[in-house]
């Protein structure tokens, strides 16, 4: 009675060992055992509300739940029910307790299946409500992590899913065709014209009075001869005279025709009297009376000859009191507006009424009539024939507004699931825009961290260009020291009055000094880099091969040559040549030396 009073959830329909079985669960949680101290805790904390309703209403679900069933669902169900319905016509279904959307769900992928993804986005409307708002929240996400996918195939996967990160989020454009919303089954209106009701596993949790209230809802809700789908938990055993089932064992019913009991539905009774004397003129009463009805009626015998025909018929079908006695099948209204002749002999054989529904007739250019037409047999009392009575009853009118209804409701419900949708959308928008915030500040964070390990970065730079700094100068130092021990050498080497030539191991000239340019005439810029036996001077370089190849390769330590050569004036001279290896300080051969002066 709190719940009910506080907060607008009437739990009193429930099964009450279940209800307190549940409650006393959440009592224990908080630890607390009595009802009056855990009203006070519900007084103080608004948040206990949320964790007790979750409690008792069990969101337990799962896709295509008892398989079993599903499949009976997809092979024999739908294909009857869209057999029973043109190609066109919209199908509507109600999926009642979809607690997280995994029913509603189940259902899109065996309708979309069936009928493909374009007809079903233009035919199929998918209503599922429950009463648990955070469950229709997160219904309405369309998003299930990996645990909640197992039990798909792949290619269900595939077909109706698209991953996004550790998340599997139905598609969009089928997402549109299911419409969530609150309803609850014992206090709420039903929805109308539902042609498959699901509701699995929700009524065992109801009471007797309560379960037979709500499936009053569900009768009244389901089309003519839609289909209630139930869990196997669930039985209409005692509900069997507005239900038949289709299939026990998968929990399938079909509605019957009528009113269920407990809609207030009238029972009209007629009572007859014994009359106490006699009317006269009776015979022109009636005549009289049948003449003047508002409503087109012909009356034939049972050999189809026409009998009565009253004024309203009259100047309806152009006909007049001359057509009396004649055969049916000689007037026009034997076949226009519609052909009457095959619903008569139906009826005089079955002794019974036919309802011939939805008759347009043109009467003119531009100008319809919608008829519904009663044949009704007139049986004697011995159960002979006298005749039959054809009612004509205009439902133009009604049609008209019926049309015009039924073009309102559509506007209306076109309406709501927009609203719904935009409602949904803006949801979605609110989502991605907290989602972008908590980005921007992660991203924020980010580029801080960053900017501090820039700033640190910068300090190790600082520090390296200061140590590159001592190294230059250091270096600078030894050039400097380098640059000395040069001059002091070229001192050395211009004092040398004999020419000095130095190679490398690819016998490219290193060292020229003074004696060599006024030996040869060749100036030391001219020399330096270029191989030794590419030199064109006096001196035979090509003999000096052998011997520079030996000292390169260390196996002579020094060797003398003496060679005719011609000096830079072009005289005739003779030249001694010192050929020896240079090494390094470990002993290693860097080049070769060459010591050159002329022989006295």
């Not at 769900?105 to 409500?129: C, H, W």
């Not at 009575?389 to 019926?402: E, G, P, Y």
């Not at 051969?589 to 002329?598: C, F, N, R, T």
């Amino acid at each position: 009675m709190y719940l009910k009073e506080s907060r607008g959830f009437d739990f009193t329909g429930y099964k009450r060992t279940s209800l307190a079985r549940r409650v006393q669960r959440r009592m224990a949680q908080v630890g607390i055992d009595d009802y009056d101290a855990y009203i006070d805790l519900l007084q103080v904390d608004a948040d206990e509300f949320d964790a007790l309703f979750n409690t008792i209403l069990i969101n337990v679900t799962a896709f295509f739940r008892d398989t079993e069933a599903w499949d009976y669902l997809r092979a024999e169900v739908v294909p009857s029910l869209l057999a029973e319905r043109g190609p066109d016509d919209p199908l509507r279904v109600w999926s009642a307790g979809c607690a997280s959307g995994q029913e509603a769900y189940s259902l899109a992928m065996v309708l979309a299946d069936i009928l493909g993804p374009e007809r079903f986005r233009q035919r199929v409307k998918i209503y599922a409500t429950d009463v648990d708002e955070e469950a229709l929240a997160q219904a309405r996400q369309a998003s299930y992590l990996a645990n909640d996918v197992q039990d798909l195939t792949e290619e269900q996967l595939r077909l109706f899913f698209e991953p996004q990160g550790n998340r599997y989020v139905f598609r969009k454009d089928l997402r549109r065709s299911v419409i969530f919303g609150r309803n609850d089954l014992v206090q709420d209106a039903p929805i109308s014209r539902i042609d498959l009701l699901v509701c699995r596993n929700t009524l065992m949790y109801f009471n007797a009075e309560t379960q037979a209230k709500i499936l009053g809802r569900f009768h009244f809700a389901l089309a003519p001869r839609g289909l209630l789908f139930l869990g196997k938990a669930e039985l209409l055993l005692s509900h069997s005279r507005i239900f038949d089932p289709v299939d026990l064992k998968r929990r399938v019913f079909r509605k019957t025709p009528g009113t269920p009991m407990g809609l207030g539905g009238l029972v009209s009774h007629t009572t007859v009297y014994d009359r106490g004397g006699d009317i006269g003129g009776l015979d022109e009463l009636r005549e009289y009376a049948f003449s003047v009805s508002p409503v087109a009626q012909v009356v034939i015998t049972g050999e189809d000859i026409v009998a009565l025909i009253n004024q309203q018929a009259e100047l309806m079908f152009g006909l007049s009191p001359r057509d009396i006695g004649r055969p049916l099948r000689d007037l026009e209204l034997s076949y226009r507006p519609v052909e009457l002749r095959g619903y008569i002999e139906q009826c005089k054989v079955e002794r019974r009424a036919i309802r011939i529904k939805d008759v347009e007739w043109s009467r003119s250019p531009g100008e319809s009539l919608w008829f519904e037409i009663h044949v009704n047999p007139l049986v004697h009392s011995d159960n002979g024939l006298l005749g039959v009575t054809i009612v004509f009853h205009d439902v133009s009118a009604a049609r008209k507004l019926m049309e015009e209804l039924e073009h309102t409701n559509r506007q209306l419900e076109s309406a709501y699931e927009e609203l719904q949708s935009t409602n949904e959308e803006l949801e979605t928008t609110n989502e991605e825009l907290q989602s972008t915030v908590e980005e921007l500040e992660t991203t924020n964070e980010e580029l801080q961290s960053t900017n501090e390990e820039l700033e640190t970065m910068n300090e190790e730079l600082q520090s390296t260009n200061d140590e590159l700094q001592a190294i230059n100068d250091t270096l600078r130092e030894r050039s400097a020291e380098l640059d000395g021990v040069n001059e002091f050498m070229e001192s050395i080497l211009g004092s040398i009055r004999a020419g000095v030539v130095v190679v490398d191991t690819e016998m490219r000239v290193q060292v020229w000094n003074r004696g060599t340019e006024d030996l040869w005439g060749l100036r030391r810029d001219e020399a330096i880099g270029a191989h030794l036996l590419n030199l064109d001077i006096g001196l035979p370089v090509a003999d000096l091969r052998s011997a520079v190849r030996s000292a390169l390769g260390g196996t002579s330590e020094e060797e003398v040559l003496v060679l005719d050569a011609i000096n830079r004036r072009g005289r005739s001279t003779t030249i001694r040549v010192v050929v020896a290896s240079l090494r390094t300080s470990q002993g290693q051969v860097s080049g070769a030396i060459l010591a050159m002066e002329p022989v006295p």
